[in-house]
């Protein structure tokens, strides 16, 4: 199921693998094509194929039809109180129909008066001819303030609701103020936009008296990735000091640092940074100088189980890009730079470097030597260095460029 939606609604929706669309994990709509050929069941058919557009909460399914595809686009918008739009484009060279299983919804114009024919489908479905790389539009009323049973849009409010490519946009005009990284590993970038967007989407949990410390780590991780995109600190600081709290406490117990525990420290310093807790920030910082170092991770913890899907993916991906010793330097890829990156130029922007700091810097290739191009956004006075690269450089500038010796895999 992906998950469609507006950021802060109070409900909550998702389309199945293909395109059956689900609010409040009730099923709401299903769709059918008649092509020229036969009626095509989408939960049926062997040519399915979906995708998030641009890794944004706009979900595309296609089903192969003579000529071309059936192309079904759903996403959430707040107009109304908020809404959910079905579109269904013909790619195709060839007219065909598209019928809903139920009547109880916006549409752009009247349904077909001669309703089914040729296929089994529940009482109250009904029929729209779709022309040859024309659209038909469907909207669902989902916000508090309406009543979907006595409230319908009309043909010219639909019309007047965003296209999918408009709402595209403002996902990832809202992403565009948090880090953003253009790497060889090409799934970072979409790692990054899909998983913040499941932030956005999802209803922030409050913080439990669990023991259980990984539940408290995701907490913080959630609540910086919010006041990274846009949320006032103000609203989560009680809560990230007790959470902070728990974290600590729990790293002094065991006299370590996961790396995960490190992102989520890391993440709650930044709120009370940029929420004005100075004195919160000074007792934060105070403890975290005395903190034993991370350990980091290969690769695989991308894709392995315990983080895939989660915002996780968010804290692991900046860890290899960026960290904080406990001396307060910067290490830009703390891991290193893999030997599959060797001769590929990349760069990285508004990384969390430091509960103060935002670091962006690129590398472009000289020969077998990267130069490094960087800018450090914070208080003047901090370090930063490479030193899984070449142990020999560091700089207390805020922007600069060299030429570092040589890298490590």
Known sequence: MRAVGVRGAAWSAGVSAWGDLFVEDQERLRWFIAADDRWYRPSRETTVRQREVSGVPVIETRIKVPGGD???????????????????????????????????????????????????????????????????????????????????????????????????????????????????????????????????????????????????????????????????????????????????????????????????????????????????LQDFVSVWSRLAEAGRISDLALASPEIAGTVRQIAWIESQLVAQRRDGVIEICPCGIDKSWLGVNFECHKLLASPEHLISYAVRWHGEKPALLWEIDGPVGTKVAASAIDRTFSSTEMRGETLLSGFTS
């Not at 959430?76 to 908020?82: I, L, P």
């Not at 790389?133 to 049973?149: C, E, K, S």
């Not at 009680?238 to 117990?253: G, M, N, P, S, Y």
């Not at 995960?260 to 709120?271: H, I, P, S, T, Y």
């Open 70 to 280: 059936a192309v079904q686009r759903v996403y959430g918008v707040a107009n109304f109180g908020g809404a959910i739009v079905v579109e269904i484009y013909n790619d195709s060279s060839l007219p065909f129909a598209v019928a809903f299983d139920r009547g109880d919804i916006s549409t752009m114009r009247e349904p077909s008066p001669t309703g089914v024919q040729g296929i089994d489908l529940p009482a109250g479905s009904v029929v729209f001819p779709v022309g040859h790389h024309a659209t038909m539009r469907a909207a669902i009323l989902v916000g508090a303030g309406f009543d979907a049973a006595n409230r319908r849009l009309t043909a010219q409010e639909i019309e007047s609701l965003p296209s999918f490519e408009q709402v595209e946009r403002g996902w990832l005009g809202a992403l565009q103020i948090s880090s953003r990284v253009d790497v060889p590993n090409l799934s970072w970038s979409s790692v990054l936009t899909s998983q913040r967007c499941k932030v956005l989407l999802s209803n922030s949990a409050e913080l439990a008296e669990s023991s259980d410390i990984s539940l408290v780590v995701d907490l913080l991780l959630d609540r910086a990735e919010r006041v990274r995109l846009g949320d006032k600190p103000a609203q989560w600081v009680d809560e990230v000091a007790v959470a902070t709290e728990r974290i600590l406490k729990q790293c002094a117990k065991t006299q370590s640092v996961q790396w995960f525990e490190e992102r989520a420290l890391l993440g709650a310093g930044m709120v009370l940074n940029r929420a004005g807790e100075s004195r919160g």
